[in-house]
């Protein structure tokens, strides 16, 4: 992607993110009225925050023990700088890079050695996460909760999601996954066989630590409880326990409504899970504008949580500045190198028949 589109395309997501907020205030603005005339619960709020901030420092931790377990040069501080840095971008990108892509070029970059592995573990521990918010939801379904539209379905993505999250899990920690055929045949690809055997050695790592591995999966399911006790937090900061879905419900229908935020590709999920948390609200016969309250506190809270990155950019905002823009030079020059054509040399007919 040229370095002229980039910025423009993170304008671009950004327009679309508010444009959806937008358009959802306009729609439930009877509701947002309350927000002037009807109480605001404090105390809620403050609780909301301690939840939300403990359960994603919890994540950061989950990161940390999966970078060790590799035998990286590794401190918890520097996971809670990349961390929290890695939060912050969420929302004020640069262009249309992310969190995750920030969080790993700066990775990368100090990492010197097994480059490849060390933004390996970011992709994993996405993978962990997202297993184990399914598993809260699945788990939701085994305790009696409010009647729902859609119950079914919303059961089916809930346990599908989480068993095949777990059953990748085990493919990966098998013994004979490193020497199967199939990854020797990965191996032989040119240009990325030598990542992918750089991803084989740290697969075998792991296997060595499987207890790791399963701590970070338990530690997934205890920070994805704690980050939707915390929305159903936001939700009574704003709405009364009648007004709102039960908390369980909360359990069960919060996990897809999350999912939808990630993959839609606005900064920060801004917008989509708005909307996701709306529909959310009306499959369980609450009032969709509640949960769109309940989710702009929420969304109040994370940008309080990602402001603490702010604190460590500007502790190196030079250098972070120039480690992004060498990394973005670097995959343009690449992507020009790959896409650029051998030139031809046109022989004329004279000299072909000669």
Known sequence: MSA??????????????????????YQNNEQFERLWTGPIHWDFLIAAFVLCSSSIILTFYRWYLLVIALDFPFRFSDALRLG?????????SPGAVGGDVVKGVLMAREQHGRRSVAVATILLDRILGLTGLLMVGAGATLLVADDIERRDLIVKLLWGGSIAGLTGLIVMLHP??????????L???????????????????????????????????I?????????????????????????????????????????????????????????SYKLAGAIPGIGLLAAGAYRVTTILVATIGSVYYLASKRQIQEMLAEEQALAEAATAETTQEPERTLVPASESET
């Open 176 to 185: 004979a996954t490193p020497n199967s055929w199939w990854m020797k045949l």
């Open 84 to 92: 929290f840095l890695g939060y912050l971008f969420n929302y004020v």
């Open 187 to 221: 191996i032989r690809i040119p240009k990325v066989g030598t990542i992918i055997s750089d991803i084989e050695d740290g697969i075998s790592l792991y296997q060595r630590r499987r207890g790791i591995v399963a701590l970070v999966v338990v530690l997934s399911v």
């Open 223 to 279: 920070g994805h409880f704690g980050i939707i006790s915390s929305f159903y937090c936001c939700a009574r900061v704003v709405a009364t326990a009648d007004e709102t879905p039960s908390f369980v419900t909360h359990l069960l229908l919060i996990p897809l409504a999350e999912i939808v935020g990630v993959i839609v590709p606005v900064p920060g999920g801004v917008g989509a899970l708005e909307a996701a948390v709306q529909e």
């Open 4 to 25: 002229y589109l980039r910025p423009a395309l993170g304008i671009i997501k950004w327009i679309v993110a508010l444009g959806i907020v937008g358009y959802l205030v």
